[in-house]
């Protein structure tokens, strides 16, 4: 088969083209291409991936990055995964999407910001199981506020309590 074809299977696999390829046959309704780009990204996220490779930080127990490596690598895998499962989800790839959500809940018990972002997700579309798991996630090691929502909700107690002068309570 072509090198790019072969680069495809392989653990250097670009994920955004596979997305994209995905996401442009799903709205043309090229099934086959579909289910192929949906087939090759199935593979790759239930490979083991190297050191090296972009998914290893879906895996964070690899390699012990350096705090600012875990911060960009957490952003880009959030929304990586964001858009695997929400592809998986539109074009009804049934494999994937549970490959995913599988992913998601290792992922939940080791952070808390993909448990908010399963609950987000499962919101979003509509995935029952993946919600009452991140909500329980939620609620056994954080709060249900988020934390901008958590910041805001003391920054505005701070300017409630520095505004009402305390002889008036």
């Known amino acids: 088969s072509p090198p790019e074809l072969q680069v495809v299977n392989s653990s250097n696999a670009d994920l955004t083209q596979l997305i994209d390829i995905a ?10 291409l579909e289910t192929w780009a949906l087939d090759a ?3 790759h996220v239930n490979r083991r991936p190297s ?21 960009l690598a957490l952003i880009e895998n959030t929304e990586q995964l964001t858009r695997i499962i929400q592809l998986a989800q539109l074009c009804g790839h049934d494999r994937l999407l549970n490959s995913m959500v599988a992913l998601l809940r290792q992922l939940m018990n080791r952070s808390l910001q993909y448990a908010y972002l399963a609950m987000a997700l499962a919101d979003e579309l509509n995935l029952r199981s993946l919600s009452g798991a991140a909500y329980l996630e939620v609620i056994q090691r ?10 805001d909700t003391e920054d505005s107690k701070q ?11």
């Open 159 to 169: 300017f409630h309590s520095d505004t009402v002068p305390s002889n008036s309570i």
């Open 51 to 71: 050191h090296h490779s972009l998914p290893s930080a879906f895996y964070p127990e690899l390699s012990p990055p350096t705090p600012t490596q875990t911060h």
């Open 41 to 43: 990204l199935q593979e």
């Open 23 to 32: 996401r442009i046959c799903n709205k043309y309704s090229f099934k086959s």
């Open 142 to 151: 954080g709060s249900i506020t988020s934390p901008r929502r958590q910041r």
